[in-house]
């Protein structure tokens, strides 16, 4: 008797803390944040920016989605969306989604398995109606069929296994489009079944987006509206913050310096340093003299010191590198004895930028006859910083540099169309896996490869990679394969990022995530605490 009485106690008192903490949940407020920048559209399938990704996610839903409470995006921590529930065949070429009932799109219609088919249609650019860009395209590239099988469940054909599928579903990047709208529209007017639904975008000024009244999750979003306002000058944006017209700053916006200076002011204020999942990268055009000269390539990357930009640039927060994200965050970074033995990363620079400096000058190139080039970067403090520093050392083997700063609106189509012959990028992968690097970096013809690299070779350890199901041999694969893109002088990375966020006490449910930038904005469960 006194067992089963205390049992009820428990089960009690569990109700009680469970209604409490559902009672604190505050219904109502605008969330104020602001962005960097102009998005160059509202489209978030035909754009590569968080300029684009974070202010338009929270009007979307996927199939599935990281988990918005989990701080590391993983296989394990994918949560059902638009989806259901998904299976596989035993071979794992077959992936099943039962689809959700009683969805609608913002403009009422109801959401089934063909906007499902329509979404994968235009990223695979089979569709009549294009994207006009379409970065990601090649993510989809193992994917033979997409079967209707009825208003609510969807089919996905494979080629082969690839264990990384399900995730490209997860990222912020992977959201359901609706059918009956045009791509053209989705650049403007967006469209989703999300918590929130478009009001305006104002090119250079704001994004407004309000609560969706009919959301599919009870009681979900608790905010009324998000009011995103555009502010170009990063002081302006901090001082801002710090003055509490936002309630929250923007990923990557921080540097470690300023954020502390943030906390400093305003001492209540949450604040994280976040490995980004985002590496600063060296841009050549192997399609343009002299860069053609892999020589000439070989030289520029022999005069990085990558120790200097992370002392300069991230107050020595940030890591020395490859292509895959650095542990303890991600999976598959290259310990660091391996990283340091790579090509051009040993820690002797006075040595690697002698044996640069011979190779330009057998070039015909010296202090008098430097090599004079534009470096070209993305118009954004986060872009133009570590280009200057790149110029700065540049001028130790004969090269000297002249900053070129483009528009966020036109900085990746220019790059893609290889308008440029060097330039200071910066890529952030969408999740921690290989395959999204690899293939949208890398692979041949990708829309995203910025420099053409093209190897063969290359091109078949990313696919043996890519199907292959056992951990331990995956990354074997994926270090072989960060070696030989080192030797290659594909697309040097410099360093990898980490940056600042802070958001006001009163922003309640929020998680910052450590190995993306662009996952957690869907904001259906964050609340305003005042």
Same mark, same amino acid.
């Given at each position: 008797m006194l067992q089963r009485l205390s049992i009820g106690v428990l089960a009690l008192a569990a109700l009680v803390l =469970?209604?409490?903490?559902?009672? $604190? =949940?505050?219904?109502?407020?605008?969330?104020?944040m602001y962005i960097w920048d102009n998005p160059p559209s509202a489209s978030i399938h035909e754009e590569a920016t968080v300029s684009t990704v974070t202010p338009f996610m929270s009007l979307f839903n996927n199939l599935v989605l990281f988990d918005q409470?989990?701080?590391? /995006? /993983?296989?394990? /921590?994918?949560?059902?969306?638009?989806a259901t529930s998904w299976t596989w065949n035993a071979e794992k070429t077959r992936l099943t989604f039962k689809l959700r009932e009683g969805v609608k799109w913002h403009d009422g219609a109801p959401f089934t398995a063909k906007d499902v088919a329509c979404t994968l249609e235009k990223l695979q650019d089979k569709a009549a109606d294009k994207f006009r860009k379409n970065p990601r395209a090649v993510w989809w590239h193992n994917l033979k069929q997409v079967v209707v099988n009825s208003d609510h469940e969807v089919t996905l054909v494979l080629g082969r296994p690839q264990p990384s599928f399900l995730s490209f579903f997860a990222t912020g990047y992977t959201p359901i489009y609706p059918c009956h709208v045009s791509a053209a529209q989705m650049r403007t007017r967006p469209v989703g079944t999300g918590p929130f639904k478009f009001v305006e975008f104002k090119s250079n000024e704001s994004v407004k987006v309000v609560r969706n009244p009919d959301y599919w999750r009870p009681g979900h979003p608790y905010l009324d509206g998000i009011d995103w306002r555009i502010i170009s000058n990063r002081s302006t944006r901090a001082l801002a913050f710090v003055a509490g017209e936002f309630d929250m700053t923007f990923s990557l916006d921080l540097t470690v310096a300023l954020m502390k200076d943030v906390q400093a002011q305003l001492p209540n204020a949450i604040c994280e340093l976040q490995p980004t999942n985002n590496s600063f990268n060296l841009l050549i055009n192997r399609e343009v003299a002299p860069f053609n000269n892999p020589q000439i390539r070989s030289a520029l990357a022999l005069t990085l010191d990558r120790k200097d930009f992370i002392d300069i640039i991230t107050d020595g927060k940030g890591k020395i590198g490859g292509v895959m994200l650095a542990g303890p965050e991600g999976l598959w970074g290259m310990p660091p004895e391996l990283v340091a033995a790579l090509p051009g990363y040993g820690a002797d620079i006075g040595k690697n930028r002698g044996e640069a400096r011979k190779i330009m000058e057998a070039l015909g190139y010296s202090p008098t006859n430097p090599l004079k080039i534009k470096v070209a970067t993305r118009n954004i403090p986060l872009y133009r910083d570590p280009a200057v520093l790149l110029i700065d050392q540049l001028k130790h083997i004969h090269v000297q540099g002249e900053l070129e700063v483009i528009d966020t609106s036109v900085w990746f189509a220019k790059v893609a169309r290889g308008e440029y012959s060097v330039g200071m990028n910066l890529t952030a992968g969408a999740i921690d896996d290989p395959d999204v690097n690899f293939y949208e970096n890398y692979a041949c013809g990708s829309e995203r490869n910025y420099t053409k690299y093209c190897n063969p070779h290359v091109e078949t350890l990313i696919e043996a990679q890519s199907n292959e199901l056992d951990f331990a041999k995956r990354r074997q694969l994926v270090w072989d394969i960060e070696k030989q893109l080192a030797e290659d002088v594909a697309r040097p990375i410099i360093?990898?990022?980490? $940056?600042?966020?802070?958001? =006001?006490?009163?922003?309640?449910?929020f998680v910052l995530q450590h190995n993306s930038l662009y996952n957690n904005w869907r904001l259906d469960d964050v609340w305003l605490d005042k």
């Amino acid at each position: 008797m006194l067992q089963r009485l205390s049992i009820g106690v428990l089960a009690l008192a569990a109700l009680v803390l =469970q209604t409490s903490a559902a009672l $604190a =949940q505050q219904q109502g407020g605008t969330l104020r944040m602001y962005i960097w920048d102009n998005p160059p559209s509202a489209s978030i399938h035909e754009e590569a920016t968080v300029s684009t990704v974070t202010p338009f996610m929270s009007l979307f839903n996927n199939l599935v989605l990281f988990d918005q409470h989990e701080k590391l /995006n /993983n296989s394990d /921590n994918i949560r059902p969306e638009l989806a259901t529930s998904w299976t596989w065949n035993a071979e794992k070429t077959r992936l099943t989604f039962k689809l959700r009932e009683g969805v609608k799109w913002h403009d009422g219609a109801p959401f089934t398995a063909k906007d499902v088919a329509c979404t994968l249609e235009k990223l695979q650019d089979k569709a009549a109606d294009k994207f006009r860009k379409n970065p990601r395209a090649v993510w989809w590239h193992n994917l033979k069929q997409v079967v209707v099988n009825s208003d609510h469940e969807v089919t996905l054909v494979l080629g082969r296994p690839q264990p990384s599928f399900l995730s490209f579903f997860a990222t912020g990047y992977t959201p359901i489009y609706p059918c009956h709208v045009s791509a053209a529209q989705m650049r403007t007017r967006p469209v989703g079944t999300g918590p929130f639904k478009f009001v305006e975008f104002k090119s250079n000024e704001s994004v407004k987006v309000v609560r969706n009244p009919d959301y599919w999750r009870p009681g979900h979003p608790y905010l009324d509206g998000i009011d995103w306002r555009i502010i170009s000058n990063r002081s302006t944006r901090a001082l801002a913050f710090v003055a509490g017209e936002f309630d929250m700053t923007f990923s990557l916006d921080l540097t470690v310096a300023l954020m502390k200076d943030v906390q400093a002011q305003l001492p209540n204020a949450i604040c994280e340093l976040q490995p980004t999942n985002n590496s600063f990268n060296l841009l050549i055009n192997r399609e343009v003299a002299p860069f053609n000269n892999p020589q000439i390539r070989s030289a520029l990357a022999l005069t990085l010191d990558r120790k200097d930009f992370i002392d300069i640039i991230t107050d020595g927060k940030g890591k020395i590198g490859g292509v895959m994200l650095a542990g303890p965050e991600g999976l598959w970074g290259m310990p660091p004895e391996l990283v340091a033995a790579l090509p051009g990363y040993g820690a002797d620079i006075g040595k690697n930028r002698g044996e640069a400096r011979k190779i330009m000058e057998a070039l015909g190139y010296s202090p008098t006859n430097p090599l004079k080039i534009k470096v070209a970067t993305r118009n954004i403090p986060l872009y133009r910083d570590p280009a200057v520093l790149l110029i700065d050392q540049l001028k130790h083997i004969h090269v000297q540099g002249e900053l070129e700063v483009i528009d966020t609106s036109v900085w990746f189509a220019k790059v893609a169309r290889g308008e440029y012959s060097v330039g200071m990028n910066l890529t952030a992968g969408a999740i921690d896996d290989p395959d999204v690097n690899f293939y949208e970096n890398y692979a041949c013809g990708s829309e995203r490869n910025y420099t053409k690299y093209c190897n063969p070779h290359v091109e078949t350890l990313i696919e043996a990679q890519s199907n292959e199901l056992d951990f331990a041999k995956r990354r074997q694969l994926v270090w072989d394969i960060e070696k030989q893109l080192a030797e290659d002088v594909a697309r040097p990375i410099i360093s990898q990022g980490v $940056a600042g966020l802070c958001w =006001q006490p009163y922003v309640k449910g929020f998680v910052l995530q450590h190995n993306s930038l662009y996952n957690n904005w869907r904001l259906d469960d964050v609340w305003l605490d005042k």
